[in-house]
Nanobody, 127 residues
């Protein structure tokens, strides 16, 4: 059974950087798109970034475009989210997720298209 475990969250000042990791175990995710979502207190879960199964295609929310970079290392069964120029509004619990469908032509953007989720890691950006 696939399990996803996020790490790398923490407290950082505005303008700082963090690198989140999502380690998969139980089976390979190399043929599945992977995504990052976040949820702030009192707000709905929102899409952050997604990467196709080959790593060749990536999509970002407008709010993080140019600041965040999603990548994957299929040999390590791990997905990353590099977050630069962090803002207080980036404060949230960040979760990674594995797409439900095998080898989709483009990574899905909606949470309903993801089948397995990690528990999340807290990111707090102070002003």
């Amino acid at each position: 059974q696939l399990q996803l475990v996020e790490s790398g969250g923490g407290l950082v000042q505005a303008g700082g950087s963090l690198r989140l990791s999502c380690a998969a175990s139980g089976r390979s995710v190399s043929s599945y798109a992977m995504g990052w979502f976040r949820q702030a207190p009192g707000k709905e879960r929102e899409f952050v970034a997604a990467v196709g199964w080959t790593g060749g295609s990536t999509y970002y929310a407008d709010s993080v475009l140019g600041r965040f970079t999603i990548s994957r290392d299929n040999a390590k069964n791990t997905v990353y989210l590099q977050m630069n120029s962090l803002k207080p509004e980036d404060t949230a619990v960040y979760c990674c997720a594995c797409a439900a469908d095998w080898r989709t032509s483009a990574p899905p953007l909606g949470p309903n298209e993801y089948a397995v989720w990690g528990q999340g890691t807290q990111v707090t950006v102070s002003s």
